[in-house]
């Protein structure tokens, strides 16, 4: 008897096997869409079968490995995430995988060592399936390098170096625009966006976070919209756009609240909503938004999120002059903090437990807690934590009499701050406590002038119960020289407090105005003289950036002159004219002499509408700056006590506009690649040097720039240890 073909039986099996693998690759593909909607615990039940399924599939297997651990990454449990794919290490695994799937494990693995804390294994593995992307076909810009570049990114982000975590987003960015792959170029342009914001370049930064979210569309991804969401709220307040920012984030919560990671998510994102209502006034949204994302924490078993929460729900309660409630909220925030051993938690609830304090009349006890706080931002190298722990110990200091050391304290400050605009909040505290020491020296005069920058300064932030507080300062200040000036502060600061419900404060303010009533005559102001070159000082100092130097000219004429209306306009960036900041117009006059501004034609349309209101109209002009427009009325009273002229003070505004507009193109620097190319070409990037020992270890480094090795940077802090690793990173192929 012949033997039977067998053929049409292997063909038959080779067809239901490729069915198999198509309907495999769908359960992937279905997969990677819930991930996008947050759907993690599906997922996770999903892969179960399909892990089962594709055991006899190297390739699929993998790749179903690593969306598991995609997966329990997303739900926090990193240990899990890693133990999903820590098989793939072994040489024998990896051998039986194509290069997608071999570069995805290699990916998966780097991102959970990356999150069980071993940053630098995580680095070498990724470099490692760049390298066999690149090697197995990819060097022509496919999408294989994408992903190791992006994760890159991520981890360099998580150990604070943004510059190389901006240098792979933005090399995962290129990979990506020529694949056509939405998700990748989403994650590419998110990272980007992230990494300009931890450098500081938040209009970039918003830029390409708006892509990433154009991207995504109309595609249903809550999850990665949340992300891409609550990101852009971050940069909007270092924009000084707190309202954007409210928007920002209650389109997050929107979208995290259809996936299954409520907790995990939601709870930042009513605790950073809270933050922001408090700012701009809004307290009871705030407090509700900040009991909302306790209650989620809890829920959660979210431990080392609740000292955040506990210090934010602390501070407005602090605001609203219920310290008893404060305090047990912020001693609980401090405990807590304590016990996860977070350094950083901890000074910050410590920080605001020492104002709390300070409000309970407790100097003794905000000094001890400033000191702690202050010695725990020096173990964590945070400088912006530094100044406001020197702050409290200022503030302290003060209300025990201790006037020199208060000094010393803010005389610090001033040297960590100086010409640094991102330390505006630090600096609107540091003058309004500079104001407060004068006024215990018994110079009111300087006192109104630091007074007068800090509220300019929280203005610009859009604080409004700082902005007021120190506007009541301001008017204690003006009480014994120009009460009607002191009166007008203190009316309108106490209109504020009783808006946001800051009983403590209502109390304050009504007590000073009652107190001018009873005054006798005012005092005869200080000299002119000395008066002029506090205010000139105290433009001088503004120059850290282009809008408080504008707000400060601003606050200046509408407090030292007699003119009651105050406005300064620029050109806006789409073209036509925009409101910098003014003083006295209602807002629909604002809108009014805007337009009228736009449609002047020249010298002669513009002198029509001084006349038209009884305006001082004067153009503000730098050689290498924009143009900006001061408007004061009543014309005649635009002048500084004694008669003097404001023309000194405007051309001192307008080289002030040339030194902003110098340091904004110095800090751009040169484009970024020639910027790279030229550091390339320098034999350690950041280096001078000149000592044998600093030879040595130039030469050392310069010696592994084409080694792979796992490179470990020890020293002493301030030795330089970051820019060993910059130039590692710039001299070398990592």
């Not at 029509?608 to 009273?637: E, F, Y």
């Amino acid at each position: 008897m012949s033997p039977i073909s067998n053929g049409p039986i292997s063909a038959r099996r080779a067809q239901l096997k490729d069915t198999a693998q198509q309907a495999l690759e769908r359960g992937l593909e279905e997969v990677r869409a819930l991930l996008d909607q947050g759907a993690s615990s599906k997922v996770e039940t999903r892969l179960t079968s399909i892990i089962r399924a594709a055991k006899g599939e190297p390739p699929l297997l993998a790749r179903s490995r690593c969306a598991l651990s995609e997966a329990l990454e997303m739900q926090g449990r990193y240990e899990e995430s890693l133990a999903a794919v820590q098989m793939y290490e072994q040489p024998e695994k990896r051998a039986e995988l194509d290069a997608e799937a071999s570069v995805c494990v290699g990916v998966q693995l780097g991102l959970a060592y990356n999150y069980t804390g071993n940053h630098p294994k995580a680095i070498a593995i990724l470099n490692a399936a760049l390298r066999e992307a690149e090697a197995r076909g990819d060097a022509g810009g496919g999408s294989l390098s994408g992903a190791p570049y992006l994760a890159l990114a991520r981890i360099y982000r998580s150990i604070n170096e943004y510059t190389i975590a901006l240098d792979h987003a933005q090399k995962a960015l290129e990979h990506y625009r020529g694949t056509g792959d939405w998700r990748g170029l989403a994650d590419a342009y998110y990272a980007v966006g992230q990494a300009e914001a931890f450098e500081g370049d938040y209009e970039p930064a918003l830029g390409h976070l708006e892509q990433a979210r154009k991207l995504v569309g109309d595609r249903h991804a809550p999850y990665l919209l949340g992300k891409i969401h609550n990101n852009m709220a971050g940069v909007c307040i270092f924009l000084k756009r707190p309202q954007d920012g409210i928007a920002h984030l209650e389109k997050a919560i929107s979208h995290y609240e259809g996936t299954e990671h409520k907790a995990n998510a939601v709870d930042g994102c009513y605790n950073n909503l809270g933050v922001l209502l408090t700012l701009t006034g809004e307290w009871e949204r705030a407090q509700q938004a900040l009991e909302r994302a306790l209650t989620l924490a809890n829920e959660a078993d979210a431990k080392n999120r609740i000292p955040m929460i506990l210090d934010s729900l602390g501070e407005l309660l602090l605001l609203r002059g219920d310290l008893q409630n404060a305090q047990s909220y912020l001693e609980r925030a401090v405990a807590l903090a304590g016990e996860q051993v977070n350094k950083w938690y901890s000074g910050q609830a410590l920080r605001t437990l020492g104002r709390c304090h300070l409000a309970m009349n407790q100097p003794e006890r905000a000094l001890e807690e400033g000191r702690g706080a202050y010695e725990l931002a020096e173990r964590i190298g945070d400088r912006q934590a530094i100044c406001d722990a020197r702050l409290l110990i200022a503030e302290a200091c003060l209300r025990r009499d201790e006037l020199t050391e208060c000094a010393d304290q803010l005389r610090l400050v001033a040297d960590e701050t100086v010409d640094a605009p991102a330390y505006l909040a630090v600096a609107g505290e540091a003058q309004r406590l500079q104001g407060l020491l004068a006024m215990r020296q018994g110079d009111e005069a300087r006192a109104s002038q630091h007074f007068g920058r800090s509220v300019s300064i929280y203005e610009m932030l859009g604080d409004r119960y700082r902005s007021s507080f120190a506007r009541y300062e301001l008017g204690r200040s003006y009480a014994s020289t120009q009460p009607d000036r002191a009166k007008e502060c203190l009316t309108e600061a106490a209109a504020t407090f009783r808006e946001l419900g800051a009983e403590r404060d209502i109390a304050g303010a009504e007590d000073a105005l009652a107190g001018l009533e009873a005054q006798d005559a005012p005092r005869r102001q200080q000299e002119l003289a000395s008066l002029t070159q506090l205010i000139l000082l105290r433009l001088t100092e503004a120059v850290t950036s282009r809008e408080l130097l504008l707000r400060e000219l601003a606050a200046i004429i509408s407090q030292e002159t007699g003119a009651r209306k105050v406005l300064i306009t620029e050109p806006g960036e789409g073209g036509g004219v925009r409101s910098v900041v003014s003083h006295g117009w209602t807002k629909a006059e604002c809108e009014e002499l805007v337009a009228k501004l736009e449609q002047a034609g020249g010298e002669s349309g513009r002198g029509q509408i001084a006349k038209q209101h009884d305006a001082l109209i004067v153009n503000l002009r730098a050689a290498n700056a924009r143009p900006a427009t001061l408007i004061a009325s009543p014309r005649a009273q635009a002048v500084l006590p004694g008669g003097l002229s404001v023309d000194p003070l405007l051309k001192v505004v307008e080289l002030g506009l040339d030194v902003c507009a110098s340091r904004n193109k110095g800090g751009e620097g040169i484009d970024r690649p020639e910027q790279a190319a030229h550091t390339r070409d320098t034999f350690m990037p950041g280096f001078i040097h000149s000592s044998p020992a600093m030879t040595q270890l130039v030469e050392e480094v310069h010696k592994i720039r084409s080694s792979d090795v796992t490179v470990l940077v020890t020293g002493e802090s301030g030795t330089g240890k970051e820019l060993v690793a910059r130039a590692i990173h710039a001299i070398s192929s990592r």
